[in-house]
């Protein structure tokens, strides 16, 4: 009956992780975001006259 209940385990997370997706995606935006804040439009504009 072990492997009944680690079925049961990884569906549970399985389904709790599609259920959250959108949430935990946004979060990982929002993280990358602080890391790696986006150029203003000025900044992209200067930017693609430099080049």
Same mark, same amino acid.
């Given at each position: 009956?072990?492997? %009944?209940? %680690?079925? /049961? $385990?990884?569906? !549970? /997370? !399985? @389904?709790? @992780?599609?259920?959250?997706k959108p949430l935990l995606s946004g979060m990982a935006k $929002? $993280?990358? /975001?602080?890391v790696r804040p986006r150029l203003t439009r000025e900044q992209r504009a200067a930017r693609a006259v430099a080049r």
């Open positions: 009956m072990p492997i %009944v209940s %680690v079925m /049961l $385990a990884v569906s !549970a /997370l !399985a @389904g709790i @992780g599609v259920f959250f $929002a $993280a990358v /975001l602080m």
